[in-house]
């Protein structure tokens, strides 16, 4: 159980909860591991929009999904029900990686919230123009804050790096590319499987065989 919880979003607090926002905007957090989902403010913006339709089957569904994930993202208590319970999750392990549908329930949601927005601004006939240049100046006060206030980068801008020049760089992998056979890297870790060895071999078509002690 406890490899199936594996990392996590640590909340501790009703504090931590701004931890799914800052997902949400693209902050990575990294004591606990956790990738950020970089739909931005806008896209969250729009998202908050589609629950006013939240009485749709559709729209509810992902709202369901999207707390649903949250709380397994999250290591709350729905997580040992459906370890113990329901075929397939006891074979999982850290889970944090079902953000991937966090992300994906966002992007339908907004959507929706596009939706909501467009009606809205229908329905406000008179004031038209008024509402037009408000939305107008909002998006783009959003997209001047998302730009350059907020920072979006997955890795820290001081460890981005030269990856062709790398490759070109590492004479072992290169001598290892000309040669013939398969499973030419053995990839053997002392506690876990996995690695960024694959992120270098496969830019070179070299085939990797992974074990584990």
């Known amino acids: 159980y406890e490899q199936f919880i594996g990392q996590h979003i640590q909340i ?8 799914i926002i800052k997902i949400a905007v693209g902050e990575q957090l990294t004591k606990e591991g956790i990738a950020p ?3 931005g403010w806008i896209a969250l913006a729009l998202v908050l929009l589609s629950f006013l339709r939240w009485r749709r089957r559709n ?18 208590y729905l997580n ?4 113990k319970f329901i ?3 006891s074979k999982l392990h850290h889970v944090q990686r079902s953000l991937f549908l966090l992300a994906f329930a966002w992007s339908v949601l907004a959507g929706f919230g596009v939706e909501v927005l467009r009606e809205r601004l229908e329905k406000a006939a008179r004031l038209r123009e008024r509402t037009i240049t408000f939305v107008v100046l909002l998006v783009l006060s959003l997209i001047i804050f998302e730009l350059g206030f907020s920072r979006l980068e997955f890795v820290d801008g ?12 590492n004479q072992l992998m290169q001598y290892l590319s000309k040669q013939g056979g398969i499973f030419r890297i053995h990839n053997i870790n002392t506690r876990m499987i996995g690695g960024v060895t694959t992120t270098y071999a496969s830019h070179l078509g070299l085939e990797i065989l992974y074990t584990t002690s």
């Open 158 to 169: 001081n460890k981005i790096i030269d990856f062709r020049g790398q490759m070109e760089q």
């Open 37 to 39: 989902a970089k739909i």
């Open 12 to 19: 501790s607090s009703l504090g931590d909860l701004g931890k």
């Open 59 to 76: 729209v509810l569904f992902f709202i369901v999904l999207m707390v649903s994930i949250i709380l397994i993202a999250t290591g709350s």
């Open 80 to 83: 040992y029900p459906l370890w």
């Open 87 to 89: 075929p397939g999750f």
